[in-house]
Each structure stands twice: as structure tokens, then as C-alpha cells.
């Protein structure tokens, strides 16, 4: 056997997770390149010629720049409900017994499971029937309950591996409820908590099939650029999802960065 093929069985694994990786990457790349593009006509799909006129005025497109606007808006409140009454619901189904546990656990996931078409027009029965107004109050009550099955599962996930002895130790040394769950069960569910609000935040500002169907008049970004794709795709809607990918990046590196920092031996 040739030690190139010995060389190939020991790695792999690790070349079909770099060729995975890649392959998850390449639409990233090509949004990027296509950033520095000059298009010739309304649309942004062969390459012409390098430029930074739409890197200079990422807002030069009418209403772009209020669609992501609103976006981030209904994303960040989406994130902080959702958190609130998912983190809330995962500590009573791990820490309490109560009639109905069973069949609330179950529920939960059917958003998950559930097409979203379907949860979509639900809701938008739901609104019409209440005779609500669709806009942005209604995008984001649809986003909370979207994004409230997967922060429940990710807190919960954290929850369940927490060790009861850390709190009774607490209240053995006289600590109270309130500062038990503040010192040590908050500090220990936090990577979870913070792993289902940032889930909830991607969920929410990317979404559009049920954005689509409650928004009314409202214009998110997602929709923006679902509606500029039938008109020609400007320049700078690249631009846009490049520097929101880089920032990802970025807030991933500080995040492995800090962690590596606090698990690094002190001298």
C-alpha cells in the first residue's frame, strides 16, 4: 500500500470535513465577490468589473437600508422575548412536576417539526380572525413563538446537565433563592441561554416564509431582497450580507477567543 493511500485513510475524515466546510462556505465567497462587481443592466449575476462604489453607499438603493432597519428591530425583540419565555419555560419543565408535562414537552416542538407554511397561515388565521392590524407588531408575536421551541430546547439541553448539589451547596452557605439563581444558576445556564438567543436572533431576522404571510405592508429585508430579485438584484445587497457575515465571523472568533482565555492555566 502506497503511502499516499495511508496518508489519505489517516485524514480522511478531516478532508471530508474541509471539503463540507468549503461547500457550506462557497455561497459566502460568491456574495462577497460579487460585492466588488459593476454590473452592466438591473442584474448582479456575471461579473464585469471590479468596483467599491456600492461598498462606499450601501445605502443608495431606496428602502434598503430601512428594511434592514426593521429587521434588526424585530429580530432584537423577537431575541429578547423568545429568550425570556423560553428560558423560563425550559427551567419549570426540568425543575417542576405538574399535570400536563408530558403533552407540553411534546408541544413544544411541533414549531420545529411543523413546516413553517403551515404555522404561517395559522397565525395569519389567527390575526385576521382578531381583526389585528398586519405589521410589525404581528411579525414579531409570529417570530416569538417561532423561535420559542428552539431556545426552550437549548436551554433545557443546559438545564438537565446542571448538577443540583451546586445550589444546595449555596443555600447550605445561606444563600437566599434569589441570590442562588444569580450567583450560581444563571452564571452555569448562561452558554445556554446565550446559544438559544443568538439562534433566535439568526431565525428571526433570516425568516420570510412567515414573515411574508404577517407582514402586511411591511417590508423586511428578507423581503426586500426576495422582491429586488424579480426587478434586478443591486450591488449592494451583497454588501450587506457580506458585512453581516463577517461580523458572525468576528463575534465567533471573540467567542473561541474568550473561551480559550478562560480555560488557559494561570501561571
Known sequence: MTPFVNWLKRNLVV???????????????????????EPVGRFNYEWQEFSTDAWRDPCGVADLCGSLTLSLQIAFWATLGATALGTAIAFA??????RARSAVNA????????????????????FLNMGAQLGFWTILIAH??????????????????????????AQDLYAGPFQT????TLPIAAPGIAAGALLAFALSFDDFIITNFNAGSTVTFPMFVWGSAQRGTPVQINVIG????????????VSMAAGRRRTRPKA
Open 93 to 98: 419543565l426540568v425543575r417542576y412536576r405538574f
Open 181 to 184: 439563581f444569580l450567583r450560581v
Open 144 to 169: 416569538i413563538m417561532f423561535c420559542l421551541s428552539f431556545v426552550v430546547t437549548a436551554v433545557k439541553a443546559r438545564v438537565m446537565s446542571m448538577d443540583p448539589k451546586l445550589e444546595q451547596a
Open 242 to 253: 457580506t458585512a453581516m457575515f463577517a461580523v458572525a465571523v468576528l463575534l465567533v472568533l
Open 15 to 37: 478532508l471530508a470535513g474541509l471539503l463540507t466546510l468549503a461547500y457550506l462556505l462557497l455561497p459566502n465567497v460568491v456574495v462577497t465577490v460579487f460585492s466588488f462587481n
Open 107 to 126: 408541544l413544544i416542538f411541533l414549531p420545529m417539526a411543523m413546516p413553517e407554511v403551515v404555522m404561517a397561515a395559522s397565525l395569519l388565521t389567527l
